[in-house]
């Protein structure tokens, strides 16, 4: 099994700050990553898939970056409503396998 | 739109059996291959389970292997999670997750296309 190995496990940073979350892979798996955020009693909404690509409707400041073992989602300035819990989520095989998240607070 | 509703979710005591399902909407269901997610209270989301397109091709996670089944009902837009013999370690909120493709081979990405999740609380 694959897995995410994703840091820190929290933040904490000011509005306007750029933010940066890394995943680590136990093995190669090109750019088959997915970042999604997370509030509390929601399901988790996509913003980054395939390593790099922004999902439809979300704020460019979100970036995703890398390949192969190392990859990065990057806030580059940080706003009020991305107060939210990140993962980080492989999908090179069929066995599906998220990071430990990233909690951002202000 | 893609519509996934789950439901089926409840209190059930250790060792029991429950049976989890997803209704489908917005798009040709027996195209898709399904995955069940599940994130325990104040924990991390893990992945349960896939199902290809036409049912013929099953994977779990080591954790919930020989106690869950998960199945599809392609005539009902209907996926399933079968949970017999619950531990208390199984109390999650359950995501019914669309795959990106017909996951009847090597890959079974994901997008954005989630539910809104079931709770199971698996207690004395």
């Known amino acids: 099994d694959i897995q995410m190995t994703q840091s820190p496990s929290s933040l904490s940073a000011s509005v306007g700050d750029r933010v940066t979350i890394t995943c680590q892979a136990s093995?190669?798996?090109?750019?088959?990553v997915n970042w999604y955020q997370q509030n509390p009693g929601k399901a988790p909404r996509l913003l980054i898939y395939d390593a790099s690509n922004l999902e439809t409707g979300v704020p460019p400041r979100f970036s995703g970056s890398g390949s192969g073992t190392d990859f990065t989602l990057t806030i580059s300035s940080l706003q009020p409503e991305d107060i939210a819990t990140y993962y980080c989520q492989q999908y090179e095989n069929l066995l599906l396998s998220f990071g430990g998240g990233t909690k951002v607070e202000i | 739109q893609v519509q996934l509703v789950e439901s089926g979710g409840g209190v059930v005591q250790p060792g029991r059996s429950l049976r989890l399902s997803c209704a489908a909407s917005?798009?040709?269901?027996?195209?898709?291959?399904m995955h069940w997610v599940r994130q325990g209270p104040g924990k991390g989301l893990e992945w349960v389970a896939v199902?290809?397109?036409?049912?013929?091709?099953?994977y779990y996670a080591n954790s919930v292997m020989g106690r869950f089944t998960i199945s599809r009902d392609n005539s009902e837009n209907t996926l399933s999670l079968h949970m017999n013999r619950l531990r208390t370690e199984d109390t999650a909120v359950y995501y019914c997750v669309k795959g990106l493709g017909s996951c009847g081979g090597a890959r079974c990405a994901t997008r954005g296309d989630w539910g809104q999740g079931t709770l199971v609380t698996v207690s004395s």
């Open positions: 917005g798009f040709t269901f027996s195209d898709y291959g």
């Open positions: 199902v290809s397109y036409d049912g013929s091709n099953k």
């Open positions: 093995q190669d798996i090109s750019n088959s």
